[in-house]
């Protein structure tokens, strides 16, 4: 069941990146003709691709109780799934495949959970590369109990 809702999940998150993605509008010299180009962040693909063994992917069913309420916001009322997927594929936020292994190499001095703690609690604080535009809803996180806040990190900690 859950292959189909992630599968449903992609495409939606496709369409949405097809219809919503800032576009650079150019006209082609020879016929006139204005298109439309999608320009996706290029650094944080090649920030997965040259830190992640593929052998690390968490299988979602393996959660504790903790992680599953954890995902349970992250998909509903935390409003996460809105603008970030779990798959390398972008929405409008950084994408959050492997972010636990990311996270911990993204900012000097920083754990995996401190970096992901001040993402949510102070999303303005450090943006990764080729995110510098994108602009989270500082309130989101106003509205999670601190239990809510340590379920939705405990669940992208196991996102390796």
């Known amino acids: ?39 996706a962040s290029s650094s ?29 916001l992250f998909r509903g009322r935390g409003r996460c799934s809105s603008c970030h997927s779990l798959s390398t594929n972008i929405i409008v936020g950084p994408p959050l495949a492997h972010i636990a292994t990311l996270a911990a190499n993204r900012r000097p001095g920083y754990s995996a959970k401190d970096y992901l703690t ?17 602009q989270m809803d500082a309130s989101l996180a106003k509205s999670l109990t601190s239990e809510e806040l340590e379920d939705i990190l405990s669940f992208l900690l196991v996102l390796r």
């Open 44 to 72: 944080i693909a090649d920030e997965m691709d040259n830190s992640i063994d593929s052998s690390t992917a968490v299988i979602l069913d393996d959660l504790n109780e903790q992680q599953k309420r954890g995902e349970e």
């Open 118 to 134: 001040e993402s949510i609690l102070r999303p303005d604080a450090f943006k990764p590369t080729g995110f510098e535009n994108s």
């Open 1 to 39: 069941m859950r292959y189909w809702v992630v599968l449903a999940l992609l495409g939606v998150a496709g369409l949405m990146i097809y219809f919503l993605w800032p576009s650079q509008e150019t006209t082609s010299p020879a016929s006139g003709v204005k298109t439309n180009s999608v320009s």
